[in-house]
């Protein structure tokens, strides 16, 4: 498949973003990061596409407040078209995004979770996990599709729940994993090592 172009999207901290970057520059994963869009004004993951000198900018999503549609779609398609991406990675990106972005980056747009899909889809995974009382929980990396946190599973990493955990800890411990699991996953997609029959994901072997 050879090497990624990533276009990503993000509304938060940008730790995600961070493991990314952090594996393409130990040479983990051949990829680069082309734009990063956040629809917070004030994000810190623009600050830190800042710092590594990654293009960025404020994707004003007006007048939505939960989903990416509508003219801000056509120019998010636009800005990650015109910089060359082909894949789209959505890195705490707080909003749906819609069939156009998917059909304009068919299979090509991956999104990481902070639970064990299909559990506790939506917000704040990792508080329903410790309030029903889970033993573990963990992160999901997906391809998106149509549906909330519902596409093709790609990685999954588990984590324990432990009795003094406060959903900041857990939360924490969750993060640590993302942090392997988004690369993880990209190195396989880059290494041209995915394909979807249905909801299953098959890994081939690596060389
Ligand atoms: C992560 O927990 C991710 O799983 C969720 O939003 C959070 C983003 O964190 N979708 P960051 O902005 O990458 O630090």
Redesign the pocket.
């Known amino acids: 498949m050879g090497k990624l172009k990533l276009g990503v999207l993000?509304?938060?901290?940008?730790?995600?973003?961070?493991s990314i970057t952090d594996a393409i520059g130990k040479g983990d994963l051949d990829a680069e990061i082309r734009l990063v869009l956040s629809d917070v004004p004030d994000a810190?993951?623009l600050d830190r596409a800042r710092r590594h000198g990654i293009p960025c900018q404020y994707l004003d999503c007006a007048p939505w407040k939960t989903k990416l549609e509508g003219e801000a779609e056509d120019r998010c398609i636009r800005l990650l078209k015109d910089a060359g991406c082909d894949t789209v990675v959505?890195?705490?990106?707080?909003r749906i995004v819609k069939p156009k972005l998917l059909a304009a980056f068919p299979m090509r747009v991956l999104?990481?979770?902070?639970a064990l899909l299909p559990a506790f889809p939506g917000v704040h995974s990792w508080t329903q996990a410790l309030d029903y009382g889970c033993k573990v929980a963990g992160?999901t990396v997906h391809f998106v599709d149509a549906g909330t946190d519902s596409g093709p599973i790609i990685v999954q990493k588990c984590v324990p729940v432990l009795e003094d955990d406060t959903p900041e800890t857990l939360?924490a411990r969750?993060?640590e994993q993302?942090h392997l699991a988004f690369p993880e996953a990209l190195r396989l997609l880059a290494a041209g090592r995915l394909s979807v029959e249905g909801r299953r994901v098959y890994i081939s072997k690596e060389g």
Request: proline share 4%; charged share 10%.
């Open positions: 993000g509304s938060g901290a940008g730790s995600n973003m961070q810190k993951i959505l890195a705490g990106f707080m999104n990481i979770h902070p992160v939360h969750i993060q993302e």
